[in-house]
Protein backbone atom coordinates (compact mmCIF):
# COMPACT_ATOMS: atom_id res chain seq x y z
CA UNK A 1 0.00 0.00 0.00
CA UNK A 2 1.18 3.63 -1.11
CA UNK A 3 0.35 6.33 0.34
CA UNK A 4 -0.33 9.06 -2.10
CA UNK A 5 -1.53 12.33 0.01
CA UNK A 6 -1.64 12.61 3.75
CA UNK A 7 -4.94 14.82 3.46
CA UNK A 8 -8.08 14.39 0.90
CA UNK A 9 -9.81 17.75 0.07
CA UNK A 10 -13.39 15.00 -0.15
CA UNK A 11 -13.52 15.60 3.79
CA UNK A 12 -14.44 12.16 3.79
CA UNK A 13 -10.70 10.36 3.82
CA UNK A 14 -7.84 12.00 5.57
CA UNK A 15 -5.42 9.35 3.46
CA UNK A 16 -5.92 7.97 0.31
CA UNK A 17 -3.99 4.77 -0.25
CA UNK A 18 -3.59 2.85 -3.65
CA UNK A 19 -4.01 -1.00 -3.33
CA UNK A 20 -3.39 -2.29 -6.50
CA UNK A 21 -2.86 -6.41 -7.32
CA UNK A 22 -0.51 -6.45 -10.93
CA UNK A 23 1.65 -8.93 -12.91
CA UNK A 24 5.31 -8.75 -13.18
CA UNK A 25 5.40 -6.71 -16.39
CA UNK A 26 8.26 -5.52 -17.97
CA UNK A 27 9.01 -2.18 -19.43
CA UNK A 28 11.38 -3.33 -21.71
CA UNK A 29 8.38 -4.62 -24.37
CA UNK A 30 7.73 -1.99 -26.23
CA UNK A 31 4.23 -0.85 -25.88
CA UNK A 32 1.29 1.82 -26.46
CA UNK A 33 0.34 4.77 -24.04
CA UNK A 34 -2.80 5.28 -24.88
CA UNK A 35 -5.11 1.84 -25.51
CA UNK A 36 -8.54 4.48 -27.13
CA UNK A 37 -9.69 2.52 -30.12
CA UNK A 38 -8.07 -0.92 -29.41
CA UNK A 39 -10.36 -3.38 -29.79
CA UNK A 40 -11.26 -6.15 -26.52
CA UNK A 41 -8.96 -9.11 -28.68
CA UNK A 42 -6.02 -6.52 -28.68
CA UNK A 43 -6.16 -5.70 -25.21
CA UNK A 44 -7.04 -9.46 -24.27
CA UNK A 45 -3.49 -10.11 -26.52
CA UNK A 46 -1.55 -7.28 -25.53
CA UNK A 47 -2.09 -8.27 -21.85
CA UNK A 48 -1.08 -11.87 -22.23
CA UNK A 49 1.86 -10.94 -24.02
CA UNK A 50 2.81 -8.44 -21.35
CA UNK A 51 2.74 -11.26 -18.38
CA UNK A 52 4.47 -13.65 -20.73
CA UNK A 53 7.07 -11.31 -21.26
CA UNK A 54 10.24 -12.06 -19.13
CA UNK A 55 13.79 -11.55 -20.42
CA UNK A 56 15.87 -13.08 -17.78
CA UNK A 57 14.26 -16.57 -19.14
CA UNK A 58 14.37 -16.56 -22.91
CA UNK A 59 17.14 -16.99 -25.40
CA UNK A 60 18.32 -13.91 -27.94
CA UNK A 61 16.36 -15.72 -30.35
CA UNK A 62 12.93 -15.35 -29.03
CA UNK A 63 13.40 -12.26 -27.49
CA UNK A 64 14.36 -10.99 -30.96
CA UNK A 65 11.54 -13.04 -32.75
CA UNK A 66 8.46 -11.69 -30.16
CA UNK A 67 10.20 -7.80 -30.17
CA UNK A 68 9.92 -7.97 -33.87
CA UNK A 69 6.61 -9.19 -33.83
CA UNK A 70 5.45 -7.00 -31.53
CA UNK A 71 6.81 -3.50 -33.46
CA UNK A 72 4.91 -5.28 -36.41
CA UNK A 73 2.02 -4.96 -34.03
CA UNK A 74 2.72 -1.49 -33.32
CA UNK A 75 3.00 -0.34 -36.75
CA UNK A 76 -0.37 -1.91 -37.31
CA UNK A 77 -1.92 -0.34 -34.76
CA UNK A 78 -0.84 2.73 -35.74
CA UNK A 79 -2.16 2.00 -39.19
CA UNK A 80 -5.51 1.39 -37.93
CA UNK A 81 -5.30 -2.37 -38.89
CA UNK A 82 -6.90 -3.86 -35.64
CA UNK A 83 -7.06 -7.07 -37.09
CA UNK A 84 -3.33 -7.19 -38.50
CA UNK A 85 -2.31 -6.34 -34.54
CA UNK A 86 -4.03 -8.74 -33.24
CA UNK A 87 -2.22 -11.49 -35.08
CA UNK A 88 1.19 -10.33 -34.50
CA UNK A 89 0.58 -10.21 -30.65
CA UNK A 90 -0.56 -13.61 -30.62
CA UNK A 91 1.81 -14.75 -32.90
CA UNK A 92 4.36 -13.00 -30.08
CA UNK A 93 2.39 -14.85 -27.26
CA UNK A 94 3.35 -18.78 -28.77
CA UNK A 95 7.34 -17.46 -29.73
CA UNK A 96 7.06 -16.50 -26.33
CA UNK A 97 5.34 -19.90 -24.80
CA UNK A 98 7.91 -21.51 -27.22
CA UNK A 99 5.06 -22.89 -29.22
CA UNK A 100 4.43 -23.19 -33.02
CA UNK A 101 2.10 -21.01 -34.79
CA UNK A 102 0.36 -23.75 -36.56
CA UNK A 103 -2.93 -23.45 -38.30
CA UNK A 104 -4.84 -25.01 -34.92
CA UNK A 105 -3.27 -22.40 -32.60
CA UNK A 106 -3.90 -19.36 -35.32
CA UNK A 107 -7.25 -20.17 -34.89
CA UNK A 108 -7.89 -20.65 -31.55
CA UNK A 109 -6.61 -17.65 -30.83
CA UNK A 110 -8.51 -15.81 -33.72
CA UNK A 111 -11.99 -17.25 -32.39
CA UNK A 112 -14.56 -14.77 -30.88
CA UNK A 113 -18.00 -15.69 -29.29
CA UNK A 114 -20.52 -13.91 -27.52
CA UNK A 115 -24.05 -13.65 -27.21
CA UNK A 116 -27.03 -11.34 -28.11
CA UNK A 117 -28.71 -11.61 -24.69
CA UNK A 118 -27.32 -12.78 -21.58
CA UNK A 119 -30.42 -13.47 -19.47
CA UNK A 120 -33.39 -14.83 -21.27
CA UNK A 121 -36.76 -16.81 -19.96
CA UNK A 122 -36.87 -20.21 -19.82
CA UNK A 123 -37.48 -21.81 -23.86
CA UNK A 124 -36.46 -18.39 -25.37
CA UNK A 125 -33.89 -18.24 -28.33
CA UNK A 126 -30.34 -16.69 -27.99
CA UNK A 127 -28.36 -16.46 -30.43
CA UNK A 128 -24.39 -16.80 -30.93
CA UNK A 129 -22.07 -14.36 -32.81
CA UNK A 130 -18.96 -16.44 -34.15
CA UNK A 131 -16.43 -14.28 -35.08
CA UNK A 132 -12.60 -14.33 -35.77
CA UNK A 133 -10.35 -11.21 -34.78
CA UNK A 134 -8.20 -11.70 -37.83
CA UNK A 135 -8.06 -13.43 -41.07
CA UNK A 136 -6.75 -17.02 -40.84
CA UNK A 137 -3.55 -17.87 -43.15
CA UNK A 138 -5.26 -21.07 -43.43
CA UNK A 139 -8.79 -21.64 -42.84
CA UNK A 140 -11.19 -24.08 -41.77
CA UNK A 141 -11.45 -26.70 -43.48
CA UNK A 142 -15.07 -27.12 -44.44
CA UNK A 143 -17.88 -28.28 -43.46
CA UNK A 144 -17.10 -27.19 -39.86
CA UNK A 145 -18.48 -28.91 -36.79
CA UNK A 146 -20.87 -26.46 -34.63
CA UNK A 147 -21.83 -28.42 -30.86
CA UNK A 148 -23.90 -25.73 -28.36
CA UNK A 149 -24.24 -27.47 -25.29
CA UNK A 150 -25.73 -25.28 -21.75
CA UNK A 151 -23.43 -26.06 -18.77
CA UNK A 152 -25.22 -25.64 -15.62
CA UNK A 153 -23.09 -25.42 -12.66
CA UNK A 154 -22.95 -28.02 -9.34
CA UNK A 155 -22.14 -28.14 -6.29
CA UNK A 156 -18.48 -27.86 -5.22
CA UNK A 157 -16.65 -31.32 -6.15
CA UNK A 158 -19.07 -32.44 -8.52
CA UNK A 159 -18.74 -31.68 -12.04
CA UNK A 160 -21.16 -29.90 -14.21
CA UNK A 161 -24.20 -31.08 -15.93
CA UNK A 162 -24.44 -30.23 -19.51
CA UNK A 163 -26.98 -30.78 -22.32
CA UNK A 164 -26.20 -30.61 -25.71
CA UNK A 165 -28.25 -27.76 -27.34
CA UNK A 166 -27.57 -28.30 -31.36
CA UNK A 167 -25.79 -30.14 -33.17
CA UNK A 168 -25.11 -28.72 -36.65
CA UNK A 169 -22.33 -28.16 -39.38
CA UNK A 170 -21.25 -24.79 -41.33
CA UNK A 171 -19.77 -24.06 -44.33
CA UNK A 172 -15.97 -23.03 -44.67
CA UNK A 173 -15.91 -19.42 -44.00
CA UNK A 174 -13.48 -16.55 -43.57
CA UNK A 175 -15.34 -15.33 -40.42
CA UNK A 176 -13.44 -11.95 -40.03
CA UNK A 177 -15.03 -11.26 -43.16
CA UNK A 178 -18.49 -12.49 -42.50
CA UNK A 179 -19.17 -13.37 -38.80
CA UNK A 180 -21.36 -16.82 -38.30
CA UNK A 181 -24.84 -16.57 -35.99
CA UNK A 182 -26.16 -19.56 -34.99
CA UNK A 183 -29.39 -19.73 -32.95
CA UNK A 184 -30.29 -21.92 -30.44
CA UNK A 185 -33.51 -22.77 -28.08
CA UNK A 186 -32.95 -22.88 -24.04
CA UNK A 187 -34.15 -25.39 -21.55
CA UNK A 188 -37.67 -24.70 -20.19
CA UNK A 189 -36.05 -24.25 -16.72
CA UNK A 190 -35.15 -21.96 -14.76
CA UNK A 191 -31.08 -21.49 -14.48
CA UNK A 192 -29.07 -18.98 -12.38
CA UNK A 193 -25.78 -20.38 -13.06
CA UNK A 194 -25.08 -21.89 -16.75
CA UNK A 195 -22.86 -21.27 -19.40
CA UNK A 196 -23.35 -21.70 -22.94
CA UNK A 197 -20.71 -23.97 -24.27
CA UNK A 198 -19.78 -23.60 -27.79
CA UNK A 199 -16.99 -26.13 -29.27
CA UNK A 200 -15.92 -25.78 -32.91
CA UNK A 201 -14.10 -27.74 -35.62
CA UNK A 202 -12.21 -31.52 -34.57
CA UNK A 203 -10.12 -31.07 -32.33
CA UNK A 204 -13.07 -28.53 -30.87
CA UNK A 205 -12.08 -24.83 -30.07
CA UNK A 206 -14.27 -24.34 -27.43
CA UNK A 207 -15.74 -20.80 -25.81
CA UNK A 208 -17.88 -20.86 -22.55
CA UNK A 209 -20.16 -17.70 -22.12
CA UNK A 210 -22.23 -17.06 -18.84
CA UNK A 211 -26.02 -16.53 -19.37
CA UNK A 212 -29.00 -16.86 -16.78
CA UNK A 213 -32.24 -17.96 -17.80
CA UNK A 214 -34.92 -16.08 -15.68
CA UNK A 215 -38.30 -17.51 -14.37
CA UNK A 216 -40.69 -14.86 -14.58
CA UNK A 217 -38.24 -12.31 -17.12
CA UNK A 218 -41.00 -11.10 -18.88
CA UNK A 219 -42.95 -9.87 -16.35
CA UNK A 220 -39.78 -8.26 -14.75
CA UNK A 221 -38.77 -6.54 -18.00
CA UNK A 222 -41.99 -4.86 -17.63
CA UNK A 223 -41.50 -3.88 -14.25
CA UNK A 224 -37.96 -2.65 -15.07
CA UNK A 225 -39.19 -0.57 -17.87
CA UNK A 226 -41.80 1.38 -15.64
CA UNK A 227 -39.29 1.75 -13.24
CA UNK A 228 -36.91 3.55 -15.54
CA UNK A 229 -39.68 5.66 -16.64
CA UNK A 230 -39.56 6.50 -13.30
CA UNK A 231 -35.74 7.16 -13.40
CA UNK A 232 -35.84 9.25 -16.39
CA UNK A 233 -38.33 11.36 -14.57
CA UNK A 234 -36.18 11.86 -11.52
CA UNK A 235 -33.04 12.41 -14.20
CA UNK A 236 -34.80 14.94 -16.29
CA UNK A 237 -36.09 17.35 -12.94
CA UNK A 238 -32.64 16.81 -11.81
CA UNK A 239 -30.81 18.39 -14.55
CA UNK A 240 -33.48 20.94 -15.22
CA UNK A 241 -32.90 22.23 -11.82
CA UNK A 242 -28.96 21.49 -11.99
CA UNK A 243 -29.33 19.24 -8.85
CA UNK A 244 -26.06 17.23 -9.16
CA UNK A 245 -26.66 15.44 -5.65
CA UNK A 246 -29.54 13.66 -7.23
CA UNK A 247 -28.09 12.80 -10.08
CA UNK A 248 -25.21 10.97 -8.49
CA UNK A 249 -27.67 9.21 -6.14
CA UNK A 250 -29.79 7.92 -9.47
CA UNK A 251 -26.94 6.53 -11.34
CA UNK A 252 -26.67 3.17 -8.83
CA UNK A 253 -30.49 3.00 -9.35
CA UNK A 254 -30.01 3.18 -12.82
CA UNK A 255 -27.24 0.46 -12.99
CA UNK A 256 -29.24 -1.60 -11.00
CA UNK A 257 -31.76 -1.75 -13.13
CA UNK A 258 -29.95 -2.49 -16.19
CA UNK A 259 -28.90 -6.04 -14.68
CA UNK A 260 -32.00 -7.36 -14.96
CA UNK A 261 -31.84 -8.70 -12.17
CA UNK A 262 -35.01 -9.73 -9.64
CA UNK A 263 -32.76 -8.84 -6.86
CA UNK A 264 -30.94 -5.62 -8.16
CA UNK A 265 -34.61 -4.45 -9.46
CA UNK A 266 -35.96 -5.12 -5.85
CA UNK A 267 -33.27 -2.55 -4.20
CA UNK A 268 -33.59 -0.52 -7.22
CA UNK A 269 -37.34 0.35 -6.57
CA UNK A 270 -36.93 0.53 -2.87
CA UNK A 271 -34.25 3.07 -3.61
CA UNK A 272 -36.65 5.01 -6.53
CA UNK A 273 -39.16 4.95 -3.78
CA UNK A 274 -36.84 6.79 -0.86
CA UNK A 275 -35.25 9.07 -3.77
CA UNK A 276 -38.71 10.33 -5.03
CA UNK A 277 -39.61 10.87 -1.49
CA UNK A 278 -36.74 13.37 -0.85
CA UNK A 279 -34.39 11.49 0.14
CA UNK A 280 -31.38 9.50 -0.45
CA UNK A 281 -31.00 5.86 -0.35
CA UNK A 282 -26.89 5.94 0.24
CA UNK A 283 -26.92 8.11 3.09
CA UNK A 284 -25.93 6.37 6.33
CA UNK A 285 -25.31 2.84 4.79
CA UNK A 286 -22.50 0.61 5.61
CA UNK A 287 -21.22 -2.38 5.17
CA UNK A 288 -20.36 -3.55 1.49
CA UNK A 289 -22.79 -2.57 -1.47
CA UNK A 290 -22.11 -1.53 -5.25
CA UNK A 291 -21.92 1.49 -6.53
CA UNK A 292 -22.28 3.25 -10.25
CA UNK A 293 -22.01 6.79 -11.27
CA UNK A 294 -22.39 7.76 -15.09
CA UNK A 295 -19.27 8.71 -16.99
CA UNK A 296 -18.65 12.04 -18.15
CA UNK A 297 -16.42 10.45 -21.16
CA UNK A 298 -19.35 8.96 -22.85
CA UNK A 299 -21.73 8.96 -20.28
CA UNK A 300 -22.15 5.11 -19.44
CA UNK A 301 -22.92 3.77 -16.18
CA UNK A 302 -19.64 3.19 -14.78
CA UNK A 303 -20.00 0.79 -11.60
CA UNK A 304 -17.39 0.20 -8.23
CA UNK A 305 -17.67 -1.54 -5.12
CA UNK A 306 -17.95 0.41 -2.00
CA UNK A 307 -17.23 -0.71 1.66
CA UNK A 308 -17.87 1.61 4.52
CA UNK A 309 -16.97 0.64 8.25
CA UNK A 310 -20.08 0.76 10.36
CA UNK A 311 -18.19 2.93 12.59
CA UNK A 312 -18.29 5.58 10.22
CA UNK A 313 -21.07 8.45 11.05
CA UNK A 314 -19.45 11.35 8.22
CA UNK A 315 -18.15 12.92 12.00
CA UNK A 316 -14.52 12.65 11.27
CA UNK A 317 -12.26 11.89 8.57
CA UNK A 318 -11.73 8.16 7.81
CA UNK A 319 -8.56 6.28 5.79
CA UNK A 320 -9.61 5.51 2.05
CA UNK A 321 -8.29 2.76 0.33
CA UNK A 322 -9.00 2.52 -3.57
CA UNK A 323 -8.38 -1.23 -4.38
CA UNK A 324 -7.41 -1.25 -8.22
CA UNK A 325 -8.03 -5.17 -9.49
CA UNK A 326 -5.30 -7.18 -11.52
CA UNK A 327 -5.89 -8.10 -15.22
CA UNK A 328 -8.81 -10.23 -16.17
CA UNK A 329 -11.06 -8.88 -12.77
CA UNK A 330 -13.43 -6.93 -12.34
CA UNK A 331 -14.33 -4.41 -9.20
CA UNK A 332 -15.97 -7.66 -7.59
CA UNK A 333 -12.39 -9.29 -7.33
CA UNK A 334 -10.47 -8.00 -3.68
CA UNK A 335 -14.40 -8.42 -1.94
CA UNK A 336 -15.16 -11.44 -3.11
CA UNK A 337 -12.52 -13.73 -3.99
CA UNK A 338 -8.91 -12.37 -2.54
CA UNK A 339 -8.46 -14.96 0.67
CA UNK A 340 -12.95 -14.83 0.74
CA UNK A 341 -13.46 -10.94 1.07
CA UNK A 342 -11.08 -10.84 3.90
CA UNK A 343 -10.04 -7.77 3.23
CA UNK A 344 -13.94 -6.52 4.42
CA UNK A 345 -13.32 -7.38 7.74
CA UNK A 346 -9.82 -5.97 7.60
CA UNK A 347 -11.37 -2.72 6.64
CA UNK A 348 -14.08 -2.81 9.25
CA UNK A 349 -11.54 -3.63 12.43
CA UNK A 350 -8.93 -0.74 11.08
CA UNK A 351 -11.78 1.54 10.29
CA UNK A 352 -10.64 1.97 6.68
CA UNK A 353 -13.87 2.92 3.47
CA UNK A 354 -12.50 0.75 0.47
CA UNK A 355 -13.62 1.24 -3.40
CA UNK A 356 -12.92 -0.79 -5.80
CA UNK A 357 -13.33 0.61 -9.51
CA UNK A 358 -14.46 -1.58 -12.20
CA UNK A 359 -12.17 0.40 -14.65
CA UNK A 360 -14.31 -0.91 -18.07
CA UNK A 361 -13.33 -3.81 -19.21
CA UNK A 362 -10.93 -6.18 -17.28
CA UNK A 363 -8.04 -5.95 -19.44
CA UNK A 364 -8.11 -1.87 -19.28
CA UNK A 365 -4.88 -1.66 -17.00
CA UNK A 366 -6.49 1.44 -15.78
CA UNK A 367 -5.57 3.42 -18.97
CA UNK A 368 -7.04 5.75 -21.13
CA UNK A 369 -11.09 6.09 -20.23
CA UNK A 370 -10.12 3.74 -17.69
CA UNK A 371 -7.49 5.92 -15.89
CA UNK A 372 -10.35 8.74 -15.51
CA UNK A 373 -12.90 5.80 -13.95
CA UNK A 374 -10.17 5.70 -11.03
CA UNK A 375 -10.08 9.34 -10.45
CA UNK A 376 -14.04 9.73 -10.86
CA UNK A 377 -15.20 6.99 -8.64
CA UNK A 378 -12.26 9.09 -5.73
CA UNK A 379 -14.80 12.24 -6.64
CA UNK A 380 -17.80 9.95 -6.52
CA UNK A 381 -17.05 8.51 -2.90
Request: net charge neutral.
Amino acid sequence: MVPLCKKSSLGLASAFLLLAVAGAFSQSLPTVKDWTGMTAAERLAWNNLKAAWNPDSMSPETRSAAEQLNQDALAALAAGDHAASAKHLNHALAVLRRQDWTPARARNAALTAELDRTVVGPGEPVKIHLGQSFALDEGLKGPVKIVVSLQEATTAGSRPRQTELKNTEAAEADWSRAPLDVEVQTPKTPCANCRIVIAIGDPPIQRALPIRIQDGFAELKSRIAAANQRAAALETNAKADSKAGLLAALAPIQYRLSQLDPGAFNEADSALGVLEGGGNPWAGRHGDFRMAYRSAVDNSLQSYRLFVPTTYDGSRPYPLILALRGAGRDENFFFDSVQDGQVKTFAEKRGYIIACPRGRDPYSMYVGDAEQDVLDVLANV
